[in-house]
């Protein structure tokens, strides 16, 4: 079975700032995706970047840029020059291409962003 | 966008009574929704999936007599909160995938937040 590790439970950045959040995940899979979602106050769930595994390329989405580092299973969010609308809490999700896999997400546990004025 | 609704977004209700959340999915057709369950501050936790026609899966510990679920038709799966009890209390989110589209998001619905007093 997959996991999904989100080791800090908390982060904190200043205003116009870069900050970087981190998260590995465990998979005998080759091929798969990985997602950030944001989940502001409201708690809606909020899709902020999708990254295809095959893809070497890293995903980018305007201020959100990701590091796919696929051999090392780490997939970190660096959002730029953070905005008080960023603080959220953000989870770092895979999903399997398996067939009847069903596409279900995997969530890790989620980091509480906080952006500071 | 692709637009799921979930209803009601709050609900207080009595210890013993049942609950039914609706999950629509409104632009897309879903042969596959997901329920998933989350307290504050924590990750999503997947109860079960949703299965247009068939029965539903449920994930390990989830009591399937206890959460009901019905996916009747391509466009709306219910989840039935069976005499309801305080631990029960919860934010309770669906998820749809569009079934003509393979690499498409889930899409979530606004939550659910359930009070059993």
């Known amino acids: 079975a997959q996991t999904v590790t989100q080791s800090q439970p908390e982060m904190s950045v200043q205003e116009a700032e870069t900050v970087t959040l981190s998260c590995t995940y465990d998979?005998?899979?080759?091929?798969?995706?990985l997602f950030w979602y944001k989940q502001p106050p409201s708690r809606q769930m909020i899709l902020v970047i999708r990254?295809?595994?095959?893809?070497?390329q890293n995903a980018t989405e305007n201020r959100f840029s990701v590091n796919f580092q696929k051999a090392a299973k780490s997939f970190s969010l660096k959002i730029s020059d953070s905005q008080l609308g960023d603080a959220a809490m953000y989870f770092c999700?895979?999903?399997?291409?398996?067939?009847?896999?069903?596409?279900?997400?995997?969530f890790g546990k989620g980091i509480t962003l906080s952006v500071r004025p | 966008g692709a637009v799921v609704s979930q209803h009601p977004s709050w609900v207080i209700c009595k210890s013993g009574t049942s609950v039914k959340i609706e999950c629509r999915s409104l632009?897309?057709?879903?042969?596959?929704m997901f329920w998933y369950r989350q307290f504050p501050k924590q990750s999503l936790m997947l109860m079960a999936t949703?299965?247009?026609?068939?029965?539903?899966?449920?994930e390990q510990g989830v009591e399937k007599d206890k959460f009901l679920i019905n996916h009747a038709s391509l466009t709306l799966s219910t989840l039935t909160v069976t005499s309801a009890h305080p631990e029960d209390s919860s934010f309770y989110i669906c998820?749809?995938?569009?079934?003509?589209?393979?690499?498409?998001?889930?899409?979530f619905g606004n939550g659910t937040r359930l009070t059993v007093t």
């Open positions: 998820s749809a995938k569009d079934r003509n589209s393979y690499n498409s998001p889930l899409h």
């Open positions: 998979t005998s899979e080759s091929d798969y995706y």
């Open positions: 990254q295809e595994a095959y893809k070497q």
């Open positions: 999700a895979y999903r399997s291409l398996l067939t009847g896999a069903n596409s279900k997400l995997t």
């Open positions: 632009d897309f057709q879903a042969t596959t």
């Open positions: 949703s299965n247009e026609g068939s029965k539903a899966t449920y």
